[in-house]
């Protein structure tokens, strides 16, 4: 999921993720059939989705958790977005820099964080491994 900079020259390792993170997060019921969880992902051309509604978010379900199911399960049908999701959310503030935010994603073994308050559960946006490579390179 590629985001626009909304602050012209906020590239590199230093900038603020705010500069390059998502804003309008995609989501999706948690009671969501894979199928849809599929459809959703290709129509908004996203790599993640969050799981949950407007006022809270319970997970976040990627292209590799939903091929992940696909390959594992032989009861795919019976499967929704909250069953293949990841449930342990992890966060970085708005004003973490490129570098803090890598750090994360490596350490936990994640290619998309969530932006915000980890605390209220206020989601500002979303950040891929993605948003943060192209940052780097055009630095």
Known sequence: MSAQPSEPGAIGPEAAIKTMMTRAVARISPDARLDEVAQKL????AGAL???TTESVVGVVSERDLTR????????DALRASDIASDHLIWCEPD????EAARVMCDRGVRHLLVGDADSG???GIVSARDLIEALIAS
Request: hydrophobic share 45%; proline share 0%.
């Open 42 to 45: 290709a129509a908004v051309e």
């Open 96 to 99: 973490a820099t490129a570098t």
């Open 69 to 76: 199911a696909y390959g594992r399960s032989e009861q795919i």
């Open 50 to 52: 969050a799981v949950g």
């Open 122 to 124: 206020e989601l500002s």
